[in-house]
């Protein structure tokens, strides 16, 4: 198998899994934050910022995984 | 709605205060027994030139174990038999839905998920295990301390990417495959019937690489 049939493919890999991670860490985000809010009753806070946060994490492993490979 | 075809619907049992899906649960044997027959027979009466499923097997095996290489170095050959026996699993139980009267085991959720916790489980333990606790905890830390939320965000969405993925991109198939045959039967299902083939390969083949890619991660010493 070639280097070059190595790269398409793991790009393809990636390309098919970058918009999934915007919506799991905001999934995960909302999923986090409600527990929050159950735990410590501060309702709709854990919520919002959950929803903030996950946004950002759905970016940041984006970013992690497109500048550093990993 | 109790007859005819139906999708994302299951019958179900109760035991033991659990619930059951009866459907899934009998599916998942039979892939797991085709796998089973699929690799004996592969590996019987093994010939220098391959022929057969011997071919098809070696193909698939060949290219895993390069990609292991290549991701996690001479470390992960341990981690081979998991991952080529998750491959084929996925590989078997994504085409099997596509046989009329039977069902995917990876179009019910309970399915994707349980395997994606497995990987997740097994993730962190080696993680644990390779880099040291302290170094465990320390990395959730990097590259500053307020990232710790965002790193746990993170590791939250992994088992969530990993099922809702597959689990949607089956279910979905299966269930365009039925909505097709009833408005425009026999030359479009057709069509699509050989997109979904294409599909499950390709679903199994992306849930295969992203576990590699998160043990690959899990496997180096330092981070």
Do not use: C
């Not at chain 1, 790269?7 to 934050?33: D, K, M």
């Not at chain 2, 085709?34 to 499923?53: D, Q, S, Y």
């Amino acid at each position: 198998m070639g280097k070059d049939k190595n790269t398409l493919l793991s790009a393809f890999n990636t390309a098919a899994s970058i918009g999934f991670y915007l919506v799991s860490s905001v999934a995960a985000g909302i999923l986090l934050g409600r527990f929050v809010d159950g735990y410590f009753s501060i309702a709709p806070w854990g919520t919002v910022w959950g929803i903030v946060l996950g946004m950002i994490a759905g970016m940041w492993s984006i970013y992690k995984k497109v500048a550093g490979g990993k | 709605m109790e007859h005819g075809h139906e999708i994302g619907s299951h019958s179900l049992a109760h035991f033991a205060g659990l619930t059951f899906n009866m459907d899934t649960l009998i599916m998942t044997w039979i892939t797991m027994a085709i796998v089973i027959v699929l690799a004996i027979a592969a590996t019987r009466r093994m010939e220098l030139r391959p022929r057969g499923w011997q071919n098809f097997l070696e193909i698939a095996v060949m290219y895993l174990l390069e990609q292991m290489e290549t991701n996690m170095g001479s470390k992960g050959q341990k981690l081979a038999p998991l991952i080529i026996t998750l491959f084929l699993f996925l590989v078997v139980g994504n085409e099997l839905g596509l046989i009329p009267g039977f069902t995917s085991p990876t179009n019910d959720i309970n399915t994707t998920l349980g395997l994606a916790l497995m990987i997740i489980v097994i993730v962190h333990v080696l993680a644990i295990k390779n880099k040291g606790f302290t170094k465990y905890i320390k990395h959730y830390f990097e590259p500053y301390i307020p990232f710790v939320v965002i790193n746990i965000i993170e590791e939250v969405a992994k088992p969530i990417t990993l099922s809702f993925r597959l689990f949607g991109n089956i279910l979905a198939g299966e269930i365009l495959l039925l909505v097709l045959g009833m408005l425009v039967p026999y030359f479009v299902p057709t069509l699509w019937l050989a997109f979904s083939v294409f599909v499950g390969i390709v679903q199994a083949f992306i849930f295969t690489m992203l576990s590699i890619s998160y043990l690959s991660n899990s496997m180096q010493d330092g981070h």
